[in-house]
């Protein structure tokens, strides 16, 4: 019989979903089946239904047991004092992700790598100009009086750029604006000059290690990037507001590669084979430059000195900023920045609740642990919520649940670096990982702010949309979606974060979400638990809510008998790539037809899956004698295999460790999320060069697409030619 329902154990005073009990389970069709003279053979063949609840009967207790003490209580634990990846306060954050899910008897190991991080030694930054005084600036981002993590803030790590040159450079500045490719075309067309130049640029547009690499592309000897109050501080800054402090400065990394610099495309496990240290800081995926982040007021003072043109509206601050001049001087910069690229213990903490039916397939749920600085927001509003998730979990356990297929809960170190705990433990168990896992549910900064944001393969659009929101229990994340005027499902091409090497380098069906998108004090002194419970979530209800999204796609994805996966929207989205890609061709030698055909063959293997699916219901009364198990399961791997096929063994031309033809970042910004990266990037060189080769190449990579749409198309009919 099905357990007495836990609202008791639900913390929460008012419940975010309505406290009506759960429906007990559907047991009504074995009763309702009159074969008298099969009674007893039906009841043993349907005993598990008639004594197991359904799985949407744990699905509604799960969100019943939501607790928001519970993950305020984890989230303070774990920001009590900054914790960067190779530290050890890092390996503290880590033995709290391990006793906990350990006290909640799930198997628990660390996984630990040794890979290539990267510390500031020196750093120095003056500022001069002609009849001024020399500024030396302090790099310092200050406390506020009575704040409870003055003390702690001593232990945050100086700002820096992790993997800059080490090196110094003292020249005229030259503004940047956002430091995209073309703003460096807009100061060519203007003549200005930026070569031997200190370039300085602001956040905001594209990814920190794109603004660095650009500068240099541009021939900059080195590159400054502040914060702009026009862009992070349009109201009260913290602890006033939720804005960024005018001394705020966003550190992060600046490599675009994936993983462990010294271990492309393989894992760092123990006496592995590596690139030496100097080799992977020459690449061209390193900035090759020194270069310093600083803060809005510093970025303020150096602009008031730069002079020459008056730069564009849309490169000008807000209210109270100086005038933007494009420069180049007469202000000149002298940054000295020393690094110490060090190879350094992480460790990812991995916990696994086996299924019960089908123990060999993987649902897996990560979220990362290292953080710049305190990591309230991000990362570990994630972690919170992930163990908040697995406490939930327990309880459903002691109430007789058991996932049908196996749950891992993964909490990586340094994705702040570059993806690099998740990578290499990809990387490591890559052939297990292609044969068994059906999704991977990424979390990284769970809650910053109001509103679900998600991002997708487009297999699990269905599901996300049907999925209850759980500040509202009459209405799903579609209906909420629908009312408010935010786009719906963002895809996975970009490089954010750690769903990238399950996606983009061996075909993962994965989601990555979050509630709030983008916040001011990211990757400051400011991201803290002070901030988090003013601001970002005072009730912490938005980490229950987003443990309850995260909690109840994996149960379905868990627990339900097919899998709830269906292609008919990546139809539509190969489809809406391919509208673009023509606009973007029209009137060069460039034919589309292979892609057009391709994704008419997934379009018929789309609809003979929906007709095998109402088959199986159908007729799942009789299971037992035709032999269903083995069919649902046959079909279940086709749905699982079809996201496999969209890789490609040499992967994105000159890119080869990004497997995946449909979604990758495009060549010219890590954070931009391209339907068919190796195209885009064949078009915009063909756009620059304009010649026959370069158009023929365009025409090889839609070659290319359409192969691999086809290979899908064949592994979701399940034929062979
Ligand atoms: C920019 O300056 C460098 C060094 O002074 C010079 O070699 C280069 O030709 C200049 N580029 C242009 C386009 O004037
Ligand atoms: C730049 O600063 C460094 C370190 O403070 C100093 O040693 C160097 O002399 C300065 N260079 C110039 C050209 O001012
Ligand atoms: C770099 O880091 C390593 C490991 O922490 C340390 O042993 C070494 O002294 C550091 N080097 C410098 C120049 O700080
Ligand atoms: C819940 O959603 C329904 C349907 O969209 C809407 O009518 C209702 O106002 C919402 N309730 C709350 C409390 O937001
Ligand atoms: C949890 O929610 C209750 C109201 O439902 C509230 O009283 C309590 O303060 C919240 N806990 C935290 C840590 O915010």
């Not at 329902?5 to 309702?32: N, Y």
């Not at 994936?258 to 492309?264: H, I, L, M």
């Not at 058991?402 to 990809?426: F, H, K, M, Q």
């Amino acid at each position: 019989m099905p357990p007495p329902l836990g609202d008791d154990d639900s913390c929460l005073l008012t419940p975010l979903i309505p406290a009506s009990p759960p429906p007990l389970p559907p047991r009504a069709t074995a009763r309702l089946h009159p074969l008298p003279l099969l009674v007893g053979a039906l009841f043993a063949t349907y005993y598990h239904l008639l004594v197991a609840p359904a799985p949407s009967y744990y699905q509604s207790l799960f969100l019943s047991l939501g607790c928001n003490d519970t993950a305020a209580a984890h989230l303070r634990a774990l920001t009590v004092r900054p914790h960067l990846a190779g530290t050890e306060a890092n390996a503290l954050a880590a033995d709290h992700v391990v006793s906990t899910l350990s006290s909640l008897s799930f198997p628990t190991r660390v996984t630990p790598y040794e890979v290539l991080l990267s510390y500031p030694v020196r750093r120095s930054l003056s500022l001069s100009a002609p009849g001024h005084a020399t500024t030396t600036f302090a790099l310092v981002q200050d406390t506020y009086p009575g704040d409870p993590y003055a003390a702690a803030s001593a232990e945050v790590v100086p700002t820096f750029l992790a993997y800059a040159a080490s090196g110094s450079a003292a020249a005229e500045v030259v503004y940047a604006n956002y430091g995209r490719t073309e703003d460096y075309a807009y100061l060519a067309s203007r003549g200005v000059n930026v070569t031997g130049k200190v370039a300085l640029a602001r956040y905001g547009k594209v990814y920190r290690g794109d603004i660095v690499i650009n500068a240099r592309d541009a021939g900059a000897a080195a590159a400054v990037i502040f914060t702009d109050a026009k862009d992070y501080t349009p109201g009260k800054a913290f602890p006033d507001g939720p804005w960024m402090p005018a001394t705020g400065v966003q550190v992060g990394s600046t490599f675009k590669g994936v993983g462990d610099p010294t271990t492309p495309m393989w894992a760092s496990s123990e006496g592995c084979e590596r690139v030496s240290v100097a080799e992977a800081m020459a690449t061209d995926d390193m900035p090759g430059i020194p270069a310093l982040p600083v803060s809005g007021r510093d970025g303020e003072e150096i602009l008031r000195l730069v002079g020459g043109d008056v730069a564009p509206e849309d490169w000008q601050g807000g209210e109270g900023a100086p005038v933007y001049h494009l420069g180049p001087g007469p202000a000149v910069l002298n940054l000295s920045y020393t690094g110490n690229e060090t190879i350094a213990t992480i460790q990812n903490v991995i916990s696994v609740i086996e299924g019960k039916e089908e123990p060999d397939r993987y649902v897996i749920l990560g979220n990362h642990r290292d953080a710049w600085t305190f990591g309230a927001a991000d990362p570990n509003s994630g972690t919170a919520a992930l163990l908040e998730l697995a406490e939930r979990l327990s309880k459903l356990q002691t109430k007789g649940w058991r996932p049908r297929r196996t749950i891992i809960l993964c909490n990586w170190d340094a994705e702040e670096y570059g993806l690099i705990g998740s990578t290499e433990w990809v990387e490591e168990n890559r052939a297990m990982l292609t044969s068994r896992t059906v999704a991977y549910l990424n979390v990284d900064v769970g809650v910053s702010g109001s509103g679900v944001d998600a991002s997708a393969t487009p297999q699990l659009d269905q599901l996300l949309k049907k999925v209850q929101n759980p500040d509202n229990g009459t209405e799903s994340l579609y209906d909420m979606w629908m009312a408010s005027d935010s786009s719906l499902i963002g895809r996975l091409g970009g490089g954010g974060s750690d769903y990238s090497a399950f996606v983009q380098h061996i075909g993962i069906p994965s989601v990555d979400m979050a509630i709030g998108s983008g916040y001011a004090v990211y990757h400051s002194l400011y991201d803290d638990f002070t901030w988090m419970e003013k601001y970002g979530d005072p009730m912490f209800r938005r980490h229950v809510a987003v443990a309850s999204i995260w909690g109840l796609v994996a149960l379905r994805l868990s627990d339900e008998e097919i899998l709830p996966f269906n292609y008919s929207s990546y139809v539509t989205e190969l489809e809406n790539g391919a509208v673009d890609i023509n606009k973007r061709v029209l009137g060069m030698p460039v034919s589309l037809s292979p892609l057009h055909k391709s994704i008419k063959q997934l379009n018929r293997a789309v609809l003979k899956v929906d007709s095998e699916l109402q088959a199986l219901q159908t007729w799942k009364f009789w299971s037992p004698w035709r032999n269903d198990r083995l069919r649902v399961r046959d079909l279940n791997d086709r749905l699982m295999m079809t996201e496999r096929a969209f890789t490609e063994r040499e992967g994105l031309s000159g890119r080869p460790w990004y497997k995946h033809m449909i979604y990758g970042p495009s060549l010219y910004n890590d954070y931009g999320a391209e339907v068919y990266p190796g195209v885009d990037d064949a078009i915009q060189t063909a756009k620059k060069t304009n010649t026959s080769e370069s158009w023929q190449s365009v025409q090889h990579e839609i070659h290319r697409i359409a192969r691999v749409i086809s290979q899908a198309a064949l592994v979701l009919s399940g034929g062979l030619t």
